[in-house]
C-alpha cells in the first residue's frame, strides 16, 4: 500500500510539477548517523526530498530540509526564494550544530546563483560546499571525498527529464479544456488529449534533434529559430489555424460558426502547447521570454585568482582553470544559461553580467536582486536595499 501511494504521489507532483509541494522543514536522519556524518542540505519541495532521501539510501547522513517554499531548487534560488537566510535558519534551528563535530555543510549546486556562501560561513561558523547537481549523484560524491567530477557539475536535459517535462505541460493544457469539451463535444475529448499529449512528447523527445538550432549566440542578433515562447507568435500561429480551417470548411460545405468555434478552440490549445516557453522549460537554455538571455558573463582577469568557485558551480561547464597562471577561462562560455551562480560565488568579484548596450550588472545587485516569473530584477520579500 505504502509503494502505491508514494508512485501515486510521485506521479501527480510530476504531472503538475509547476505548482510548489512544500513538505515540512527539518532534519531527517538517513541511515544511522554520527558525529562525522556528512551534512546535506536541500529545498523543501516534496519530489526533491523524496529523490535526495531515495539516492541517500545506504549511507549514515543527516539531511537538513530547509525552506525553498515547496519550489524545486533551481527555480526558488533564481526567483529569491530560497537564500542564505534559509539556511542559516535551518542550521539554528534543527539542532544540527549538537550532533555532529564537523562544520561542513553541502549545498545542492543549483541553489548557488541564490545562496552566499559568505554570508552563510560568517552567521553560523559552518563551511558550505555545493555538493552534484542531481541527487542520484549524491552518494558517489560523498564517497569520493566530496569531489566532484565535470559530469557531476553539469545539467543534462535526459530522456527522463524530457519526458517528465512534455507531461508536466501536457497535463494542466489538456486538463483546463477537458471539462467543456466533455461537456460539449464528447466524441471529441480522447483525439483532442492525444494530439495535446503527442505534440508535447513530440516537442520534448525529439528535442536533441533540433536543440542545435537554438543558438543562444545567433539569438542575440535576432535570430530566433524554435523559440516557441514569444507571446506574438502565439495568436499568429492562431490566426493561421483560423484561416486554414475556414479555407478547410468552405471547401468541404461543411463551415458554420459551431464548426469554426469548435475547431478554434481545440486549436487554440494546440497553439498553447507549441508556443509553450521551450528554452525556459530546458536547464540548457535561458527562457526566450527573459531578458536576462542577452547578457553575457565578463570576466575581469587582473581581479581573477584562479580560486575556481566559478568552476564548481557552473552548471553548464563553461569555466575552466589555468593552473600555471592561477586564472579562469572561459572556453564554453556560448553553453551560458546567465544562471548568474559564478557572479554571485567568485569571492575576487572579477565576473559580472555585460548587456549588449555595453552596460554592466555589478555582482552586488545580481546577489541582492532576484529574478521573477517574468524575467524582472526584484529584491527577494523581506531583504531591504
Ligand atoms: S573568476 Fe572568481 S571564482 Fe572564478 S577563478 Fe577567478 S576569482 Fe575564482
Ligand atoms: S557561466 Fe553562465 S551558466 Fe555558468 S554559472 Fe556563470 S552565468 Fe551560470
Known amino acids: 500500500m505504502k509503494v502505491i501511494i508514494y508512485w501515486a504521489k510521485n506521479i501527480v507532483e510530476t504531472l503538475l510539477r509547476l505548482l510548489p509541494f512544500p513538505v515540512r522543514t527539518g532534519l531527517i536522519r538517513v541511515g544511522n548517523p554520527g558525529k562525522n556524518s556528512p551534512v546535506i542540505v536541500t529545498g523543501n519541495f516534496d519530489l526533491t526530498v523524496e529523490r535526495v532521501k531515495k539516492s541517500l539510501k545506504g549511507l549514515n547522513v543527516y539531511l537538513l530540509i530547509a525552506n525553498s517554499r515547496g519550489i524545486n531548487v533551481w527555480c526558488a534560488s533564481a526567483g529569491g526564494l530560497f537564500t542564505e537566510h534559509d539556511i542559516i535558519s535551518i542550521v539554528k534551528t534543527s539542532g544540527i550544530e549538537d550532533l555532529v563535530d564537523h562544520r561542513r555543510l553541502i549545498l545542492p549546486q543549483l541553489s548557488a546563483t541564490g545562496i552566499s556562501r559568505e554570508i552563510v560561513k560568517e552567521k553560523t561558523g559552518w563551511s558550505p560546499l555545493f555538493g552534484p547537481v542531481y ?16 559530469e557531476m557539475r553539469t545539467v543534462r536535459f535526459d530522456l527522463l527529464e524530457r519526458f517528465e517535462m512534455a507531461a508536466a505541460w501536457a497535463f494542466p493544457v489538456s ?5 467543456p469539451i466533455f461537456i460539449f463535444w464528447r466524441e471529441l475529448l480522447i483525439p483532442f488529449c492525444l494530439l495535446i499529449w503527442g505534440f508535447s512528447l513530440a516537442i520534448f ?16 542578433k535576432g535570430f ?34 459551431g464548426f ?16 509553450l516557453d521551450l528554452t525556459g522549460s530546458t536547464p540548457v537554455f535561458k527562457s526566450g ?8 558573463v565578463v570576466l575581469a582577469e587582473d581581479l581573477c585568482k584562479g580560486i575556481s568557485l566559478c568552476r564548481e558551480v557552473c552548471p ?3 569555466y575552466e582553470i589555468d593552473k600555471e597562471k592561477h586564472k579562469a577561462r572561459m572556453p564554453r562560455i556560448d553553453l551560458c544559461v546567465q544562471c548568474g551562480a559564478c557572479i554571485v560565488q567568485c569571492p575576487r568579484d572579477a565576473l559580472c553580467f555585460a548587456a549588449p548596450d555595453g552596460s554592466t550588472i555589478p555582482p552586488e545587485t545580481i546577489r541582492k536582486y532576484k529574478l521573477n516569473l517574468l524575467g524582472t530584477r526584484k529584491l527577494p520579500a523581506g531583504d531591504k536595499k
Open 135 to 150: 541527487a542520484e549523484d549524491l552518494k558517489e560524491y560523498i564517497e569520493n571525498n566530496f569531489h566532484k567530477s565535470e
Open 175 to 179: 486538463l483546463i479544456p477537458a471539462l
Open 205 to 220: 523527445l525529439s528535442f536533441p534533434l533540433y536543440s542545435r538550432f537554438i543558438d543562444p549566440v545567433r539569438e542575440r
Open 224 to 257: 530566433i529559430l524554435f523559440d516557441f515562447g514569444r507571446g506574438g507568435y502565439r495568436l499568429l500561429f492562431w490566426a493561421l489555424a483560423l484561416l486554414a480551417l475556414s479555407i478547410y470548411g468552405i471547401y468541404a460545405g461543411t463551415f458554420s460558426w
Open 260 to 275: 469554426l468555434l469548435k475547431w478554434g478552440l481545440i486549436c487554440l490549445f494546440v497553439v498553447l502547447i507549441l508556443s
Open 289 to 296: 521570454l527573459h531578458p536576462d538571455r542577452l547578457l553575457k
Open 316 to 318: 553548464r561547464n563553461c
